[in-house]
T-cell receptor
Framework: EDKVVQSPLSLVVHEGDTVTLNCSYE??????LLWYKQEKKAPTFLFML????IEKKSGRLSSILDKKELFSILNITATQTGDSAVYLC??????????????FGKGTKLSVKP | EAQVTQNPRYLITVTGKKLTVTCSQN?????MSWYRQDPGLGLRQIYY???????DKGDVPEGYKVSRKEKRNFPLILESPSPNQTSLYFC?????????????FGDGTRLSIL
């Protein structure tokens, strides 16, 4: 069965800390992996990763994909209270995958204390 | 402004009373999808559509119907709602998945079935 597993499920840090969120996957017909940030309402897009070893960066956030070991990490440096959110990992499969086209992990809830 | 619009945002109703949640996007996207989000279970795909008149089941389709008669609209229909369908629902859209573009989410619809 296709699945996406995120760890840890929750994390509490202090402002200024660096955090690493993990996403591992086992899917048929992998196409790409996405990271989203969800605060009070709809998920907002962070990164899409398709190729191994190429780091994507946006400010203090960065992410990388390892297609051999089937995982991705999301790094946040110098965390701020505004980074508090649920971070979602999702895998897009090529059309015809057994569970529809896209599977989400259960998310990592990050709480950043002042 | 590019957006995905869901209506209603909130609904409380009773078991067995048919309801429809509408979803409309103004980005000319081919792909549209419905998800439900439940505590501890994350986002799960209900149905998705690759284009007009093309729909397919996601991970949890039981108790739901969809239609895609026009490119911009993708309504979610609950013919006979039950309390286990109480959840937060998201509609999302993207260009054809083969173009590796992320999904844009609506703001969500919170349904309570009594």
């Amino acid at each position: 069965e296709d699945k996406v597993v995120q760890s840890p499920l929750s994390l509490v840090v202090h402002e200024g800390d660096t955090v690493t969120l993990n996403c591992s996957y086992e899917v048929t017909n992998f196409r790409s992996l996405l990271w989203y940030k969800q605060e009070k309402k709809a998920p907002t897009f962070l990164f899409m990763l398709t190729s191994s070893g190429i780091e994507k960066k946006s400010g203090r956030l960065s992410s990388i994909l390892d297609k051999k070991e089937l995982f991705s990490i999301l790094n946040i440096t110098a965390t701020q209270t505004g980074d508090s959110a649920v971070y979602l990992c999702a895998v897009i499969m090529n059309y015809g995958g057994s569970q529809g086209n896209l599977i989400f992990g259960k998310g990592t809830k990050l709480s950043v204390k002042p | 402004e590019a957006q995905v619009t869901q209506n209603p945002r909130y609904l409380i109703t009773v078991t067995g009373k048919k309801l429809t949640v509408t979803c409309s996007q103004n980005m000319n996207h081919e792909y549209m999808s419905w998800y439900r989000q439940d505590p501890g279970l994350g986002l799960r795909q209900i149905y998705y559509s690759m284009n007009v008149e093309v729909t397919d089941k996601g991970d949890v389709p039981e108790g739901y119907k969809v239609s895609r008669k026009e490119k911009r609209n993708f309504p979610l229909i609950l013919e006979s709602p039950s309390p286990n369908q109480t959840s937060l629902y998201f509609c999302a859209s993207s260009p054809y998945p083969g173009w590796d573009q992320p999904q844009h989410f609506g703001d969500g619809t919170r349904l309570s079935i009594l």
